[in-house]
């Protein structure tokens, strides 16, 4: 019997697509291919790359051995953004597509959704659970937050979900998180395996967020009202 192959998937909010070069051990090689070769890993995803379309360099899209695919938003400079590395010798991506509802355009020209059955993902929402969404889905897939990967054995997520720092964008944010939801949901009824990864900005306990558990140490907040 032959044993399971195994996998390593990394999941990193870089902060800028070159700040890793900056710090130990990425800043003395300086090029993606050592930087994923010294995580020894086989598939990489990126949050807040920081970079428009026409800011990226052959060396980020060019990495030998590795094919790569990009969500950058498309209007809003230096803000959000999310990339996958697959490493070729292990890994082999059926389709990609760039946005969490299908209506961006895909390669042809035709939004992802419109597609062909065996040409496109699937699992986007009906339109009775687009209506219950509520979302504008062209607004929500322009800012750079999703690519999703199809795989022989799973489908990965990755996505970088908007956070609501300044309480202006609840809606949005909630909007996001639910079409999320229901595209993951309803690729798992069709027995697809999902994955998902990336900069969630949930806090599910105190430890994910810093000021937290030192709020609490104040009293300033209390556990209970903090959850």
């Known amino acids: 019997e032959r044993p399971l192959a195994k996998m390593r998937l990394t999941t990193w909010n870089v902060n800028g697509i070159r700040n890793p070069f900056s710090y130990q051990p ?7 291919s050592a930087m994923f070769d010294i995580l020894e890993t086989d598939i990489v995803v990126m949050q807040e790359l920081k970079i428009q379309r026409k800011d990226l360099k052959d060396d980020m899209v060019l ?39 299908g209506v961006l355009p895909s390669p042809s020209g035709t939004p992802y959704r419109d597609l062909p059955e ?8 009906t339109a009775l659970q687009a209506a219950e969404l509520g979302v504008d889905a062209a607004a929500l897939d ?49 027995g697809k395996n999902v994955v998902l990864v990336g900069d969630l900005n949930v806090t599910r306990h105190e430890m994910d967020s810093a000021p937290v558990p030192e709020d609490i140490r104040k009293k300033l907040i209390t556990r209970e009202e903090y959850l």
């Open 118 to 125: 065996n040409e496109s993902i699937g699992g986007y929402p």
């Open 63 to 101: 990495v030998d051995g590795w094919d790569c695919y990009f969500s950058l938003p498309k209007h809003k400079k230096g803000y959000s953004g999310v990339g996958i590395y697959t490493r070729n010798a292990t890994c082999a991506p059926i389709r990609a597509e760039e946005g969490l509802l």
């Open 142 to 190: 322009a800012e750079g937050r999703c690519v999703v990967i199809e795989f022989p054995a799973f489908v990965l997520f990755g996505v970088y979900s908007p956070a609501n720092s300044n309480g202006l964008r609840d809606d949005f944010r909630y909007g996001f998180i639910c079409a999320l939801d229901c595209r993951i949901r309803n690729l798992v009824k069709q």
């Open 26 to 32: 990425w800043n003395t090689a300086r090029s993606f």
